[in-house]
């Protein structure tokens, strides 16, 4: 199996046994799933480093607005159809190819494997994400694996955090990897938004929930010591048959 396919296996199986459900949506969206149903209308300024590839489809009207197509971004637009068809409580990973127009280099590329989750029901906590979180780290990376929250800024969330993980390589200690600071960043995660809520009509005064996002290449790399993402996609049978 391809490195990305194992990691994404393992991450996934450690969330359902946390009994979490896989769903699964199309790469090809529009601008209401992408964007304006997570709180990001076309003014604000964090769609700036993901609004592109649009594709030359008839647009689809939406609450008399049309909306353009594009590749998707992130797989939070899969959390959003999801809540469109069911009621709460949901808990759910959403693993898939996204788009965004990074210039590849050593850490970037213009595709690359996201899993998002989100949990939503009534009374769901900031201190509920925290222990999940600790718990995935731990599975993933070892019993030892400490984890820490950033505050930071989505749109989607609030209040949202960066969480990093105690460096694997130097396990806290300070090394070239960590760049001294004996931490990792992984994840960004949060609690929903209630605009969110509001645009998928759940009652935000009576649910609440939270939700995480995570690259794969980033966990595959940090988990079996790869320095460079292109070597995920050149097929080289050479790298791919060591995992």
Same mark, same amino acid.
């Given at each position: ?33 992408? $964007? ?5 209308? =076309? ?5 700036? !480093? ?7 489809? =008839? ?12 590749l998707?971004s992130q ?15 949901? =808990?759910?990973? !959403? ?12 850490s ?5 494997h ?15 994400? =925290?222990?999940?979180l600790?718990?995935? !780290? ?14 930071? $800024?989505?749109?989607f ?38 605009v ?15 939700a ?10 940090l ?8 070597? $995920? ?11």
């Amino acid at each position: 199996k391809h490195p990305i396919t194992c990691v994404t296996e393992e991450i996934c199986s450690i969330f359902v046994r946390m009994g979490f459900e896989i769903v699964q949506g199309p790469e090809v969206e529009t601008e209401y799933y992408n $964007f304006t149903a997570l709180n990001i209308p =076309k003014d604000h300024p964090s769609r700036d !480093a993901f609004d592109t590839f649009f594709l030359d489809l =008839k647009p689809q009207r939406k609450n008399n607005i049309d909306y353009n197509w594009l590749l998707r971004s992130q797989t939070s637009t899969v959390q959003i159809r999801v809540m469109q068809e069911r009621k709460p409580p949901l =808990k759910i990973i !959403a693993p898939g190819r996204v788009y965004r127009p990074d210039a590849t280099d050593a850490s970037h590329s213009f595709q690359f494997h996201q899993i998002e989750g989100l949990f939503v029901d009534k009374k769901v906590t900031f201190s509920q994400l =925290k222990g999940a979180l600790a718990i995935f !780290a731990r599975q993933l990376f070892g019993p030892k694996t400490k984890t820490r929250f950033r505050p930071h $800024f989505f749109p989607f969330t609030e209040p949202s955090v960066e969480v990093d993980i105690s460096c694997i390589i130097c396990r806290g200690k300070g090394c070239r990897v960590c760049s001294q600071k004996g931490w990792l960043e992984v994840l960004g995660a949060g609690m929903v938004n209630p605009v969110v809520f509001e645009a998928v009509g759940y009652d935000s005064e009576k649910y609440t929930g939270f939700a995480f996002g995570m690259g794969v290449e980033r966990l595959a790399m940090l988990k079996y010591g790869i320095t460079d993402i292109r070597m $995920f996609y050149e097929n080289d049978l050479r790298f791919l048959r060591q995992f």
